[in-house]
């Protein structure tokens, strides 16, 4: 089956640094790919929609400036997290689209950002 | 615009006996419905999904949901449960002119006690 990875699996950074995020499909192209964050306890939240060679297009609510998505190949999306501050913390969690249709979407295993 | 309700945020239930896990969702045309199980630090795996076809729909690990249509429901069930089925547990919803776009419920807490 498809895989997706993030990397890395957990960071904790310090208040006002950046932090990137990489999502990857392993053994197929990703035209698109979501990006989601999830607050403890909670359910997944859609940030943003990635597509490969464009920008990327923001829900409401979530700042563009602060979370910065390159979808540079069909392979690899990533979310960078400026100035991270504590309330940024949570569990980020990228969906890769392999082709139309809703048996063609694969979901990374996550990354737990902690910010001090 | 659609939208997922899970009713139950947290389901308490024996081992070995089985149990019932609601979501109710709202949407204008054809839908896609997915149940996703989530292990504490970990991401997302797909339990079962109606696309088409029968309503009763088989999943991984014993799991099966109904979809009614006239309910607008996808209920979760499972006749035994596990200790391993302690977990976090998503429905969510697509559809057809937006397959893309997957919105998830609030999520429901499973916890299967010895």
């Known amino acids: 089956g498809a895989v997706v990875s993030q990397h890395p699996s957990w960071v904790i950074c310090k208040s006002g640094t950046s932090v990137k995020i990489e999502c990857r499909s392993l053994d197929f192209q990703a035209t698109t790919m979501f990006w989601y964050r999830q607050f403890p306890k909670q359910s997944l939240m859609l940030m943003a929609t990635s597509n490969e060679g464009s920008k990327a297009t923001y829900e409401q609510g979530v700042e563009k400036d602060k979370f910065l998505i390159n979808h540079a190949s069909l392979t690899l999306s990533t979310l960078t997290v400026t100035s991270a501050h504590p309330e940024d913390s949570s569990f980020y969690i990228c969906?890769?689209?392999?082709?139309?249709?809703?048996?063609?979407?694969?979901f990374g295993p996550g990354t737990r950002l902690t910010v001090l | 615009a659609q939208s997922v309700t899970q009713l139950d945020s947290q389901v308490p239930v024996f081992e070995e006996a089985p149990v019932e896990l609601r979501c109710n969702y709202s949407s204008s045309v054809s839908v896609y419905l997915f149940w996703y199980v989530q292990y504490p630090n970990q991401g997302l795996q797909l339990l079962l999904k109606y696309l088409s076809g029968s309503t009763l729909v088989k999943g991984i690990n014993g799991f099966e949901a109904e979809f009614n249509k006239s309910q607008t429901s996808f209920h979760l069930r499972k006749p035994s449960v596990h200790i391993s089925d302690t977990a976090e547990y998503f429905c969510a919803v697509s559809d057809e002119t937006s397959y893309d776009k997957v919105i998830f419920g609030p999520g429901t807490s499973l916890s299967v006690i010895p």
């Open positions: 969906r890769a689209l392999r082709d139309r249709g809703p048996n063609e979407q694969f």
